[in-house]
């Protein structure tokens, strides 16, 4: 029996059990009132001096916040109950009476604080909350494409080159030599379209980031959808099917989360294909009349993600960047060969990039070319090069960041709430 | 437009478009046999002379394998083809022709080359088969979760100290300081029980293990499920339908992939609950009644295992072993301090262990004096700790190997096969 089900209606006047932990208690008169989570859910349950034995009327008494108990009674509807529902004890047995002074109490701490006591932050409801949406995203990343004809194909986290740049590279001690750990799955999906057609990979990705900026983790997860014959079009169209998607399911089955999280939908229900769209120049330009210093050919930064996102109050498509900002892999722009056929999603109300994407060369000669231009080492690319050997294709693929993806959705001004564990440049405990 | 559908009959006598690979090719006559692998299936189509243009008929012929094109035909049943259906093409479009001598031919290869051409080798209708098994059993493990409400609950892969002895650690230099790869997520999903109840993560576990064996990666994937107030008895219950669940789903999606790979499926039909059982001091008895020179107290090698697991028709759990050969966290047998409540489910036909769980000490001072014993650096474990301190339930979880479910279910010789890109202590390329 969980209190899911009790919230859901499905218990009313029955007699429960519930497995948990204590939240909050106050007493008043000869009622105690105990609010309990058990994973599912919180709820009150009141414990009636004159309806128990004295033994557990006093055991109650003696609960601390956090302390693990099993209870026994009946669901009552009450109106003035938070979620309409409480649970009016029979029986009350502790399992483990906690440590007094919880270290997380109601005054405001410090984000150092909360982070060195990750282990016990994430009980609290808005940490809950948070984690809930997460979970669903993941699994609605998974669904879309599952249900679309994508395989699965785990790319490796221990490789022998970089994807995305050196500077940002954990290097791995192994067995005498070196590995590094993976920036992306990329390369690796794109060798699983030949035998698989549509394929994703899901997994960890670090970069050593040397920025402490609230959007960026050193450890994140990405999910990585590669597909042989689409065409940067058509990789566009599934982005938008599939943020939508993800959207949508998070409105319908984390309502009572968001509501946690006081978060406002209705920008939320604006993500609806088609997407808005801006060319990288444009976007300078926009940027420029607005005052920013940056010039044609540099990459766009947070600041500039932040502004162009304002901008929309969909997710908007800021596509074909200069070939020299973006990766070696992508496709040129058949109309201006100074551009490639890349997009980076960013989420509105100011949250900039949570996908990048491309079409890729599938062209042997450019690809060698372009591994040249980049001063990457070959020999550690023939296998890469392999793909363009035999039965190339053209072929587009993006990664959409999760911790991202759900900073925007839960509307947070910090990444580090959206994953239980976050890593950063100063942290990696607990 | 897919090769699966034609192959399950949705589009006989329709025109079809198909993009794919080539596969192999013959002539005879004046027809031209291509089979073409899409991703979704492989399918035999047929060019005549007599009803193609003549430059589509030259182009066919120049084809060599993995040559990637776009074909447009009529799909015809036909009891000779494979599959019991074939395309009659109308229109042939070469995408990219393959060069010349495709590395992997029809001749027998060491695995060494093709471990080192691994990007290609996945091609291979073998490979495919057993990644497509693999990519359905991680989906069946998800399924099974989120079915009885679990929260996914990713644990970080770069870690502050050891879960499985430090022998097998991966060491990674981290801004100065260092860190370690994880060798499970098991800590990490018990703090978060307590906000979730029933819990589990999903991700690749690193271990630096020199031993050469073919049950052994330097890099898997772990499911390891982890849920509050479930007793050692509960479980194992779970573990039993889990695995049922997982086969059963895999013989019913995986039909054609477990022809691909001739397994005779009769032995996996067997696995239904209850499992066998049997504790580790019969196991001990059995080995020494068969010859093997093992002492009670010592740990289950391999050849152990593979004895036990020859013994049983179904999966085995073996019960109950030393404490001082299994991990600290564990809880102690009630009815034997010697003994700890843990289990190894071992898979039948000689498979071995492919899960390994227990019910966790859930007493303060109990786990603080087996840290002491286990020569534990307290300090590292203060975060661990203060999840009994705080409410502190009894608990129990287990981690399932992606890999070795597979290699089992696919009755492989080796677990190399069982992943895209299998890293050992002699590899980490491609």
Known sequence: MSISDILDG????????????????????????????????????????????????????????????????????????????????????????????????????????????RQLWIRSPRQIAILKVRAEVIKACKDFLDERGFTLTD????????????ATLFEVPYFGDKAFLTQSGQLYVEAAIAAFGKVYCFGPTFRAERSKTSRHL?????????????????????????????????LEKRKRELEVLKRDVRPLKKAEPPFDRISYTEAIEMLQKAGYRIEWGEDLGAPHEKFVSLKFEKPVFVHRYPTKVRAFYMQPDPDDPKLVL???????????????????????????????????????????????????????????GIERTVM??????????????????????P
């Open 408 to 429: 925007w959705i839960c509307k947070l001004k910090h990444i580090r709430e959206t994953i239980p564990f976050p890593r950063t440049m100063k942290r990696v405990y």
């Open 155 to 166: 790319s490796p986290i221990l490789t022998p080159s970089a994807v995305e740049g050196v």
């Open 218 to 250: 050193t450890e994140f997860w990405m999910v990585e959808p590669e597909m042989a014959f689409f065409t940067f079009e058509d990789n566009l169209k599934l982005q938008e099917e599939m943020v939508t998607y993800i959207v949508k399911r998070t």
């Open 342 to 400: 890349c997009a980076d999603l960013m989420a509105p109300e100011g949250y900039g990039e949570i996908i990048g994407g491309s079409e890729r060369i599938h062209d042997l000669k450019l690809l060698e070319q372009r591994i040249e231009e980049f001063g990457l080492p070959k020999e550690a690319y023939e296998w890469y090069l392999d793909l363009r050997r035999y039965g190339s294709v053209p072929h587009s693929g993006f990664g959409l």
């Open 10 to 117: 499905k218990l009313t006047e029955k007699e429960v059990e519930i497995k948990g932990w204590i939240v909050t208690k106050r007493s008043s008169g000869g009622v105690q009132f105990l609010v309990i989570r058990d994973g599912t859910g919180t709820i009150q349950s009141t414990i009636h001096k004159d309806e128990v034995a004295e033994k557990i009327f006093q055991d109650a008494d003696k609960l601390t916040q956090e302390s693990s108990i099993i209870i026994e009674g009946i669901v009552k509807e009450d109106k003035r109950a938070p979620g309409g529902y409480e649970v009016r004890v029979k029986d009350l047995q502790l399992v483990h009476l906690a440590a007094q002074e919880y270290p997380i109490g109601k005054k405001e701490h410090g984000v150092d604080f909360l982070m060195g006591v």
